[in-house]
């Protein structure tokens, strides 16, 4: 399958620009120039660095200038480390991925997709003239498939005004129904050699994501192995009727010792019909797994990936409850890094 070099095996940056208070000492003391170095002598080769459109700009939709100096200083020190980047709209005005649309509306309100548009001129004036550093993911997650339409839309405008100022850059754009490797087979041509697709990964949902205290569909008292049998996973779900949309999701029937490979190999054919790119921007386990659980899910994951030659960018660095730079993963880092 075609690939992006430079782009193949990462790690988020999760908690910084995004998902955090975004006061001055937390961005100046969360992620450094150390980290960096420390992601690029793992022999990672690209970072993912998630950001919420607060950071660079207000409900008014101007650019909040001094929210771009931790991207510009974050570029500064992946070009010193030789590391690209992915800058990656977490959050926007008026849709949150946790919540869906809010009250502002964000898929049907005019005002609110103009700001959206607005937001990436302004990102891809400032770094369009790096395509070979830099690639844009226009929005981490659309959940809720009844907003794939107007999304769709949204996706193109923003990409044709994008290329004005950024005509070689590489785009991401994700699916709905909660950016699973199957809603690549919702997305269209967008005839473009450098436009690719993005999905996460956190099957089984009721493994990676257990007694995850942000769901309220999942357990919170729930210990799971991996792997799994299918037979287990459907006793599981059975207990827990509120998982079922994100059951489908996680395609149990695929369940055995392929079950990656299985999982994306629709969407891989997808992509090779269309010669395009996939890339998996978030995967990961949450720290409540057991260690041996965690190795074999990786093991396997990454199999996957590198038979299919799939790009990917861990989630995440650190904290957030699946940071691999945590005290948790001690004694298996080493493992993980080696098969990413």
């Known amino acids: 399958m075609k690939q992006w070099n430079g782009f193949i095996k990462g790690i988020n940056l999760g908690g910084w620009l995004s998902q955090s208070n975004l006061k001055r000492e937390h961005l100046d003391t969360f992620i450094t120039r150390d980290d960096i170095k420390q992601i690029a002598e793992w022999g990672l080769d690209h970072i993912r660095l998630?950001?919420?459109?607060?950071?660079i700009q207000d409900e008014a939709g101007q650019t909040k200038e001094n929210g771009f100096e931790y991207i510009d200083r974050c570029l500064k020190w992946c070009d010193e480390f030789?590391?690209?980047?992915?800058?990656?709209?977490?959050?926007?005005?008026?849709?949150n991925?946790?919540?869906?649309e809010t009250d502002e509306g964000f898929f049907h309100n005019e005002k609110v997709i103009m700001h959206f548009i607005n937001m990436w001129i302004a990102i891809a004036k400032r770094y369009g003239s790096r395509p070979e550093r830099i690639c844009f993911e226009l929005l981490n997650a659309v959940m809720d498939?009844?907003?794939?339409?107007?999304w769709i839309n949204i996706a193109k405008s923003a990409i044709s005004i994008i290329r004005v100022f950024a005509p070689k850059t590489k785009i991401l754009v994700c699916g709905s129904g909660q950016s699973c490797v199957n809603s690549i087979l919702t997305l269209n041509d967008f005839h473009d050699p450098n436009v690719g697709f993005s999905f996460h990964c956190y099957e089984p949902i009721l493994f990676c994501q257990q007694q995850a205290y942000w769901r309220d569909d999942i357990p919170h008292d729930e210990k799971m192995s991996f792997p799994v049998s299918k037979e287990e996973y459907y006793n599981r779900l059975a207990r827990h009727p509120a998982i079922q949309f994100s059951s489908k999701i996680t395609c149990p029937d695929l369940l055995g010792p392929d079950y990656f490979k299985n999982l994306f190999k629709r969407a891989v054919n997808y992509a090779e019909k269309l010669d395009t790119v996939i890339?998996?921007?978030?995967?990961?386990?949450?720290?409540?797994?057991?260690?041996?659980?965690?190795l074999m899910w990786f093991k396997q994951?990454?199999?996957?990936?590198?038979?299919?030659g799939?790009?990917?960018?861990?989630w995440t660095y650190k904290e957030m409850d699946f940071g691999l730079k945590d005290q948790r993963f001690e004694g298996i880092r080493e493992i993980i890094l080696k098969n990413l």
């Open 145 to 150: 498939t009844r907003d794939h339409d107007s």
């Open 50 to 55: 998630t950001v919420d459109y607060a950071l």
């Open 279 to 294: 890339h998996c921007v978030e995967y990961g386990v949450i720290d409540r797994a057991d260690n041996a659980s965690t």
């Open 310 to 314: 799939i790009g990917r960018a861990l």
């Open 82 to 95: 030789n590391l690209n980047m992915i800058i990656e709209i977490h959050k926007f005005y008026g849709y």
């Open 97 to 100: 991925f946790l919540d869906g």
């Open 301 to 308: 994951i990454h199999e996957a990936f590198e038979f299919f």
